[in-house]
């Protein structure tokens, strides 16, 4: 599903680009009615000129195109938080069914669902284990967009680049005219400069759209991501709450029980002593008496 939707992207990227390049380069803006016809641009002309190069950045602006367009539908309000999911969860948590919750999440995959998933899965470890799952969630799905987006930059960076690949050996291939001829005319070298700035026109027309989306959807993936975030934390907040009162009351009932631990005075038992031996006692030795 996600590669068939890619390519009919990518197929009517192409198709737009080649049709507003067509109307864009079709013609030169012309400041005289007698201008002579061959100083017109043509867009075949051009990426024929543009030789391999030109191909290279040809194939990078059907990418652009074909990134922005998916970026425009996947990078939403409505794709990353559907609406309503984060109300039922918020319902179901505060019942405190917990499996509904994750099951509601499932039905609906998103950045939104992702991140309350991870927080439900952290329940029984209480409050604080929720809210670092859910702030872990959070940035890896965060990473993940951010490196989708991420070729945008790439196409923005190459392209201007390999224009002036293109440019700088076609400067070459125009300058070579020197070593076959000593004096050759401007109206001789003309052509092959045109050729070679041809391609750094055509990667400068393909890196600044690239890099004024990338600078549009990182900025909206900033404002989505925490968005998403908060709404994923407000989904817990009666679980805060509940967790809160839980230690309150486990706080009250030790109080007392410590209280009548403390009020109690210790009996101490009086230690049994040791009987004193009594002093033996001497009998009167009695003499026979004689007879």
């Known amino acids: 599903m996600h590669t068939?939707?890619?390519v009919t992207i990518v197929l009517l990227g192409g198709c737009l680009w080649l049709v507003v390049a067509q109307t864009g380069f079709a013609q030169a803006p012309t400041f005289a009615q007698d201008q002579?016809?061959?100083?017109k641009l043509d867009i075949k002309e051009m990426i024929q000129a543009g030789g391999y190069v030109g191909y290279i950045i040809l194939a990078l602006s059907v990418a652009m195109i074909a990134l922005i367009f998916e970026h425009l539908i996947s990078i939403r309000h409505a794709t990353l938080m559907p609406h309503g999911l984060a109300e039922e969860a918020h319902r179901l948590v505060g019942l405190q069914q917990y499996a509904q919750a994750e099951q509601q999440c499932k039905l609906q995959p998103s950045f939104l669902g992702y991140v309350i998933s991870a927080?439900?899965?952290e329940v029984e470890m209480g409050y604080s284990a929720v809210e670092k799952?859910?702030?872990?969630?959070s940035m890896e799905q965060a990473a993940r967009l951010f490196r989708k987006i991420e070729y945008l930059s790439v196409i923005g960076t190459l392209a201007p680049m390999l224009g002036l690949l293109g440019t700088v050996w076609g400067m070459i291939l125009a300058f070579m005219e020197f070593e076959t001829k000593a004096n050759p005319q401007v109206s001789e070298l003309a052509p092959g400069i045109y050729r070679?700035?041809?391609t750094?026109?055509?990667g400068l027309s393909v890196a600044v759209p690239a890099l004024a989306a990338f600078a549009i959807f990182r900025n909206r993936v900033d404002e989505l991501v925490a968005e998403s975030t908060l709404m994923a934390e407000h989904v817990f907040t009666k679980y805060k709450r509940t967790v809160a009162q839980r230690r309150q009351q486990k706080k009250k009932a030790v109080e007392p029980a410590s209280q009548t631990a403390t009020s109690q005075p210790a009996v101490t038992q009086p230690s049994a002593k040791a009987p004193t031996p009594?002093?033996?006692t001497t009998g009167s030795s009695e003499e026979p008496t004689s007879s």
């Open 278 to 280: 009594s002093p033996p």
């Open 4 to 6: 068939r939707r890619l």
């Open 196 to 198: 070679a700035l041809v």
């Open 36 to 39: 002579p016809e061959a100083t």
């Open 200 to 202: 750094t026109l055509l």
């Open 119 to 121: 927080g439900l899965a």
């Open 133 to 137: 799952a859910v702030e872990d969630a």
